[in-house]
């Protein structure tokens, strides 16, 4: 067998390389992703196969740039590791027909086991969670209530000028520990899901954390065994289903979607049960003694430089008026993340 001559790279040795560049493709993809708005230059890759002339400078620049990646995934895993929500994008359930399904519901299994009363989701507080997020401070929510007036065209957009119905049918459980009404098959979902990544988009355009890791189901929760923490020592570990059997299939009643809010999760809920609520869009004509922002909050609007006019259309916001700030210390569009999708 012939030697290959001095300084050459035998046939085996290019295939492990090979094999070993294919192994870390990903992770080069991913760094080369994180690193193009970066103020380097771009990275020279070297092909391990051949004999080439690379700069010096080039191959500190690599180190460099592989050691800011590193830092900028530690940061963002830091930062996700602290990710609370306290915020979130509600659609309001105003359909008095779902409502008292749901309550004929929540009746007959507390006629089964009383003690999940504390586990009931409260009159008024029927929604569907479009987005969850977290909003540090008062900044912060002005902040918010901006990214909610420019969510508002897009959604027009995806309705082009139509009704969005959601129909609401059977109930289901996540783990046996939420207790929710489902939304039935159509496409309506798919109208939702749009909406969905629209605000989940436009809130991380802002800098904001926003969405869960897990993939979004809308769905009509009513009750919670989180809520009841101590019932766990009692025996109470789960949702039987034998409670909510004679409701598999029951149809509750549709709902228009007209207005969709930002609400507050630990701010104390308004005297009709309902969420303490930020500021709203509203996508149709409100329906009369919905639940929602009380109309002193009505109108609100942000202390900061909207790519919206001010104010909009009549239709355009339906709660509060800002407290005016001093400035603008949140983030702002200096400090975005990447938005998905």
Excluded at 2 to 17: L, W
Excluded at 265 to 287: D, F, P, R, T, W
Excluded at 296 to 318: F, G, M, N
Aim: glycine content about 8%; proline content about 6%.
């Amino acid at each position: 067998m012939e030697r290959p001559g001095a300084g050459a790279i035998n046939s085996n040795e290019c295939e492990n390389v090979s094999r070993e560049e294919e192994m870390s493709e990903e992770f080069e993809a991913d760094a080369m992703d994180s690193l193009k708005d970066m103020p380097f230059a771009t990275i020279d890759i070297k092909d391990d196969c051949e004999i080439t002339d690379v700069p010096h400078i080039n191959l500190e620049r690599s180190k460099e740039n592989e050691r800011i990646s590193k830092d900028q995934i530690k940061k963002r895993k830091k930062k996700q590791k602290g990710y609370q929500p306290n915020y979130f994008l509600s659609i309001p359930i105003t359909n008095k027909e779902i409502t008292r399904g749901i309550k004929i519901l929540q009746n007959a299994i507390l006629q089964q086991d009383e003690r999940l009363a504390k586990a009931m989701t409260s009159d008024g507080s029927f929604h569907v969670t479009l987005l969850v997020m977290q909003l540090l401070n008062e900044d912060e929510v002005n902040l918010g209530i901006g990214a909610l007036l420019e969510l508002k065209p897009f959604i027009e957009e995806i309705l082009q000028g139509k009704e969005l119905i959601l129909p609401f049918q059977g109930v289901d459980t996540f783990g046996n520990q939420v207790g929710f009404v489902k939304l039935a098959e159509g496409h309506h979902i798919n109208l939702l899901l749009e909406i969905a990544e629209a605000a989940k988009r436009t809130f991380q355009e802002k800098g904001f954390m926003a969405g869960e890791n897990r993939s979004f189901k809308p769905h009509l929760t009513f009750m919670k065994l989180s809520r009841t923490p101590w019932l766990r020592r009692k025996g109470v570990k789960k949702i039987d289903p034998k409670f909510y059997e004679k409701f598999i299939s029951h149809r509750f009643g549709e709902e228009m979607v007209h207005r969709i809010d930002l609400c507050s999760m630990l701010k104390k809920k308004q005297s009709n049960g309902y969420y303490h609520c930020e500021s709203s869009i509203v996508i149709v004509s409100a329906v009369p003694g919905a639940p929602g922002c009380p109309p002193e909050d009505r109108e609100r609007k942000p202390s900061v430089d909207l790519t919206v006019p001010w104010p909009p259309d009549a239709q355009a916001a339906s709660c509060p008026l800002p407290r005016l700030l001093a400035g603008n210390r949140g983030r702002g569009s200096g400090s975005r993340l990447r938005p998905t999708g």
